[in-house]
């Protein structure tokens, strides 16, 4: 059995986006980031790729859960989805630390900006 098909940017000079910092998956592009808290690591998504959602779902407060998200490829926690008044459901709460960065020129750390080969 043939395993998932991956979504995948095209790596170029116009294209800007996240993939997983474990596997290089592709997870998101860059227009899709919506909000980043600015004394955190955390940042807002309206959508991801390569990912799935664990089924259970936590509640925060009431009328408000999240859902883990988990890179398709590797496994990794990338993200929590979610169910919120204060924010469009189905939206992301992404861990920065998590990812890498396509800036158009090089690969960075995306929670750093420090370039992938320098590290």
């Not at 899709?32 to 259970?56: C, H, K, W």
Request: proline share 3%.
């Amino acid at each position: 059995m043939e395993g998932p098909s991956l979504v995948c940017y095209e790596q170029n000079k116009d294209t800007r986006f996240f993939v997983c910092r474990h596997c290089k998956t592709h997870l998101s592009l860059y227009s899709e980031m919506l909000y980043r808290y600015p004394t955190s690591q955390v940042a807002i998504f309206g959508s991801m790729v390569n990912v799935d959602l664990f089924s259970d779902k936590h509640p925060i407060e009431p009328g408000e859960t999240t859902a883990a998200a988990f890179c398709i490829n590797c496994e990794s926690q990338i993200a929590l989805r979610i169910e919120t008044y204060a924010l469009k459901t189905g939206r992301f709460m992404v861990d920065t630390s998590e990812l890498l960065f396509w800036n158009g020129n090089h690969m960075v750390y995306a929670d750093s900006g420090v370039s992938v080969e320098n590290a």
